[in-house]
């Protein structure tokens, strides 16, 4: 490979670059200037890997001056940190994968891209295509000899031979109404050519049967040809004798997994509720000119798709249903009596041992109450609880699905928040106590084995809940090893000898770049890349100080200050709502919030102070803290709003009148709650992209919170602010993107009618025609951002 050397104007902005270097002018602080996002702080490394000799790191970047729709490139860097070069399209497409499945010695990835397999072999650093085809490969995996890569292609199962080619259909999946087609074969398929389908030899009526008869026996080239054929079938089925899985109306397959030993393959069958209604969200900027729909989601409480998972016997096509046993009581004292019944509980995340004798699977209740780990008879399909963790509220948390297998073929390693934290624990496959390898006050992030699969990295939040840090540890638990040390936040990526780290680092007022350090506690970082434009660099940002705001429960409210210097007593504050719900956004890394956090900047040059949150219901601080809005959002969360705006005014001397708050998503939401239940604490607010009704949201994020509405219309109504809107006082903004199909502009829509029928008059909505959740053009950033500071000078200001 010859990497091709980029332009002067690359090379400088990838190098890390000395204030002489590079001279910075200095950065006006306007909303014109920071709506720029990337433009300004730079696009962060992504799909960090190493070469299979690990003398080399590829990752995919773009430059702060590169265009915003223009694609990331592909750049490489010797494992010292020098020679960073940017790579030629051509060069990219033989650069080792950033995703794949790995053989079980680790020398042989397996990738899909663009519809077709390719296969990486980190010892001769080549990549060589296995498929070009019109049909789309994905899910590739390794035989357990890796001399054969299975995949998935028109919703059934192959495998490849690495050796000579050769293709064979493991599984005869057919969906509802198709025409059964000939069991697949090894090799060349042998039959007569026009022969006829299973579906036009079966029996007609008595009348058609007969004139079949009469036919072969009359005429002699029928009866040939009709031996030719039974023949031909019969040879057929004798060299393979699988039997199809026919699915049924609305059913799908997916998520197929073959066995180590190639005996089994694990289905998904997900069935389409017949009743299923969509949101269709329209776009009316659209390049024909004409407004076209955009198919969306269901609502929270709709008839929810069905999940099954089946176990394929690859010799035979025989299937057998997995059976987790969970049963809904019976009832006699309701009218009509209920009769036990199969409780809903969907099915992920199967797991094979590598020798390919034992399958795991996880579980979760549709209620999301309940989690179970499960043992699988393969040869009944009788599932095993050998882990269970039930919450009144819901089960989640980091890693709440991580689901792994120890060398040892017998022993399971998972993550659960059994103490309140999301912690790591081994259980042994017959079941028993589960042994905690990790404990404490604090969670685990994420869990990687190492090469040899004698130890874990893990990333946790053991230093401080602010931050996340690379430690190693014994599978068997005991001691870890802190191997990163500067604060912040740290994504690695672990060289092949496990002597070096490729990690992205980020903190408070630095956004991620890519750096390399030596696999030892406390080693020095070489920077790689410098992705923000020499002018973010020229202005102090701040490394805003972490405080806890007092709630009236006791509890300590982690929240991120902003003060200006030259703060006087009797000046205006606003408090910034994150989004998202189960989000951490006061935490020392760059937040996925860069543009408040630089507006916050800009609202501190103007005298206001800023406070930022991480409220009940918020990432980072245990299932207590997660769970602490069940039933009711706009609760305690909002509660936390309210408490710092208390806590503001009694230690910085803000003016109880002139406090606003603002928001985006769960943010908006918060902020309409503020502004409609609680007026007379908050002067103001900006609602964007706001939830308005959460019987209007989709059912995975809001049916663990709220329940159904169904069934607990009482948590709906007093969690949705539609239902609020008459005790708005303050002046309120509403931002949506009219094409946003996470939540939907609809909800806006119906509000605004709302509050025309309160009569209300100090409110004003803002519609962005081309944005969706997630906002893109630095235009729309741009106006939003000017309405909501026009609404705090407006409001805010004596």
């Known amino acids: 490979m010859k990497p091709l050397v980029s332009t002067v104007l690359c090379i400088l902005m990838a190098v890390p670059a000395s204030p002489q270097a590079v001279p910075a002018r200095p950065l006006p602080l306007t909303v014109d200037s920071i709506m720029r996002g990337p433009g300004l702080y730079g696009y962060p490394p992504r799909a960090i890997r190493w070469s299979g000799n690990g003398q080399r790191v590829y990752f995919e970047w773009k430059l702060c001056t590169d265009p915003l729709d223009k694609d990331y490139d592909t750049y490489v860097v010797n494992r010292d940190g020098s020679g960073l070069t940017k790579l030629s399209e051509d060069d990219a497409k033989l650069a080792p994968p950033a995703t794949g499945s790995e053989s079980k010695d680790k020398k042989l990835v397996v990738y899909g891209d663009h519809g077709d397999l390719f296969l990486y072999d980190r010892t001769t650093d080549k990549v060589r295509q296995l498929t070009k085809t019109s049909d789309a490969e994905s899910n590739p995996q390794f035989t357990r000899d890796a001399r054969k890569v299975a995949f998935v292609r028109s919703g059934n199962l192959y495998t490849l031979s690495l050796a000579d080619g050769v293709l064979e259909q493991l599984t005869d999946i057919r969906p509802a109404g198709a025409t059964p087609a000939a069991p697949a074969a090894t090799g060349p398929r042998r039959g007569a050519q026009g022969e006829a389908s299973d579906e036009e030899t079966k029996k007609g009526t008595d009348s058609q049967e007969a004139l079949k008869k009469e036919e072969r026996e009359l005429l002699d080239i029928v009866d040939r040809r009709a031996k030719k054929r039974e023949e031909s079938e019969a040879r057929r089925k004798k060299e393979n004798p699988r039997k199809p899985m026919n699915l049924g109306p609305r059913q799908t397959a997916a998520n197929i997994l073959l066995a180590p030993d190639e005996t089994y393959a694990v289905v998904t069958v997900t069935e389409r509720a017949a009743d299923a209604k969509t949101t269709v969200v329209p776009n009316y900027v659209t390049e024909a000119g004409y407004t076209e729909d955009i198919p969306s989601r269901t609502n ?179 001691p870890r090893t802190r191997i990163t040390s500067q604060p912040g936040d740290y994504d690695v990526t672990v060289s092949p000898d496990e002597q070096m ?269 081309v944005e969706d959740h997630g906002f893109v053009q630095p235009t729309s950033w741009a106006d939003e951002y000017k309405r909501i500071l026009r609404l705090f000078e407006t409001n805010l200001k004596k």
């Open 300 to 478: 929270v409480g709709d008839t929810p798709n069905r999940s099954r998972m089946a176990m394929v016997k690859v010799a035979t096509g025989e299937v057998t249903w997995l059976d987790h046993g969970q049963k809904l009581p019976a009832d006699d004292k309701v009218k009509p009596p209920v009769k036990e019944s199969e409780r809903p509980v969907t099915l992920l995340n199967p797991r094979w041992s590598a020798d390919g004798t034992k399958l795991a699977v996880a579980g979760r209740s549709g209620d999301n109450k309940d989690r179970w780990i499960f043992a699988a008879d393969t040869s009944t399909g009788k599932l095993n609880p050998i882990f269970h963790l039930h919450d009144d509220a819901w089960v989640d948390g980091p890693g709440s699905f991580q689901l792994g297998w120890l060398p040892d073929n017998h022993t399971l390693y998972f993550q659960a928040e059994i103490t309140g934290w999301s912690h790591l624990y081994t259980i042994d496959w017959t079941g028993g106590e589960p042994k905690a390898l990790t404990s404490g006050n604090w969670e685990v992030e994420s869990v990687e084995l190492s090469k040899d699969e004698s130890r874990f990295g893990l990333v946790t939040s053991e230093a401080s809940v602010h931050e996340r840090d690379f430690y190693w540890m014994s599978v068997n638990g005991g």
């Open 501 to 769: 780290l490729a990690v992205v680092h980020s903190y408070t007022n630095k956004p991620p770049d890519l750096y390399l350090m030596e696999n030892k506690p406390g080693a020095a970082m070489t920077r790689v890349t410098t992705s923000p434009a020499p002018e973010f660099s020229s202005f102090p940002w701040l490394d805003a100080p972490i405080v806890k705001v007092p709630a009236r429960d006791g509890a300590g409210v982690p929240a991120r200050l902003y003060q200006p210097k030259n703060w006087k007593k009797g000046g205006p504050a606003v408090i910034f709502v994150h989004g998202a719900g189960y989000l951490q956004n006061v935490h020392r890394w760059w937040s996925s919030y860069s543009r408040e956090y630089m507006f916050h900047h800009l609202l501190m040059e103007r005298g206001y102070l800023v406070i930022d949150v991480d409220y009940r219901g918020s990432a980072g601080y245990g299932r207590d803290w997660r769970t602490g809005i069940y039933r009711h959002m706009g609760g305690k969360d909002l509660d936390d709003q309210v408490d710092a705006a208390r806590y503001i005014v009694k230690e910085f001397g803000v003016d109880p009148k002139r406090i606003g708050l603002y928001g985006g998503s769960y943010g908006g939401f918060i902020t309409l709650m503020a502004l409609f239940t609680q007026p007379d604490v908050f002067a103001a607010g900006a609602a964007l992209r706001p939830v308005t009704d959460w019987a209007h949201y989709n059912h995975g994020y809001t049916s663990n919170i709220l329940n159904l509405p169904q069934k607990d219309l009482e948590a709906y109504k007093q969690s949705s602010p539609i239902y609020h809107a008459a005790g708005l006082k303050g002046a309120l903004l509403i931002c949506h993107g009219m094409v946003d199909t996470n939540v939907h502009f609809q909800d806006t829509v119906r509000l605004v009618q709302k509050l025309i029928e309160l009569r209300k008059e100090n409110w004003e909505v803002a519609m962005f025609p």
